[in-house]
């Protein structure tokens, strides 16, 4: 992959450094090809190029987690991740959870236990939870876990979850929303 890359930069009639390349993520099941500069975030790709607008930047550091996506089943934060490197991954964002009209479980539980405010982290929180769920049910351990064998508690899930900001502090439902999601 990286003298593909270096192919890419270097224009070979000119000799000129190109930073465009051509880039086909597989987003929410479906393959999109981009012209993109190699040095494109993942989170920009899907904001500016396929207009799925879910994952928020916060911070762009990393450190808010509103641009939580699923990559293999696993979050990440899409702000500090090139797109050119999530090439033939499975990447899902908020917008590609639903089967059409029905919600999935953790976006229907954030409904029902009103577990967002202002909405901006909101997606990074539901893919984050969708996550949260799916370790704790592989036996993943966390800093909280006891015995080696994760539950979905509330210690869990907050510690689990501790990589998602919310400025408007909806903490109290979001952690309800995630263990009746689970359950």
Same mark, same amino acid.
């Given at each position: 992959?990286?003298?593909?890359?270096?192919?890419?930069?270097?224009?070979?009639?000119?000799?000129?450094?190109?930073?465009?390349?051509?880039?086909?993520?597989?987003?929410?099941?479906?393959?999109?090809?981009?012209?993109?500069?190699?040095?494109?975030?993942?989170?920009?790709?899907?904001?500016?190029?396929?207009?799925?607008?879910?994952? &928020? &930047?916060?911070?762009?550091?990393?450190?808010?987690?509103?641009?939580?996506?699923?990559?293999?089943?696993?979050?990440?934060?899409?702000?500090?991740?090139?797109?050119?490197?999530?090439?033939?991954?499975?990447?899902?964002?908020?917008?590609?959870?639903?089967?059409?009209?029905?919600?999935?479980?953790?976006?229907?539980?954030?409904?029902?236990?009103?577990?967002?405010?202002?909405?901006?982290?909101? #997606?990074?929180?539901?893919? #984050?939870?969708?996550?949260?769920?799916?370790?704790? &049910?592989?036996?993943?351990? #966390?800093?909280?876990?006891?015995?080696?064998?994760?539950?979905?508690?509330?210690?869990?899930?907050?510690?689990?979850? #501790?990589?998602?900001?919310?400025?408007?502090?909806?903490?109290?439902?979001?952690?309800?929303?995630?263990?009746?999601?689970?359950?």
């Amino acid at each position: 992959m990286c003298a593909r890359v270096f192919e890419s930069l270097t224009d070979s009639a000119t000799g000129t450094r190109n930073r465009m390349t051509r880039v086909t993520l597989r987003v929410n099941g479906d393959d999109h090809e981009l012209d993109c500069d190699v040095r494109t975030t993942l989170l920009d790709a899907l904001r500016e190029h396929l207009d799925l607008i879910g994952a &928020k &930047k916060g911070c762009d550091h990393g450190q808010c987690g509103a641009c939580t996506v699923l990559v293999d089943g696993r979050r990440i934060n899409s702000c500090l991740a090139f797109a050119i490197g999530y090439q033939g991954r499975d990447i899902t964002t908020v917008e590609g959870l639903a089967d059409g009209d029905t919600l999935h479980p953790v976006q229907q539980a954030f409904v029902d236990n009103d577990a967002f405010q202002c909405g901006y982290c909101t #997606s990074g929180q539901i893919c #984050s939870a969708v996550a949260v769920i799916e370790e704790v &049910k592989q036996g993943w351990p #966390s800093a909280v876990t006891e015995d080696d064998h994760p539950r979905l508690t509330r210690e869990e899930v907050r510690e689990r979850m #501790s990589g998602n900001l919310c400025r408007c502090g909806a903490y109290a439902n979001i952690i309800p929303a995630v263990l009746e999601a689970g359950e």
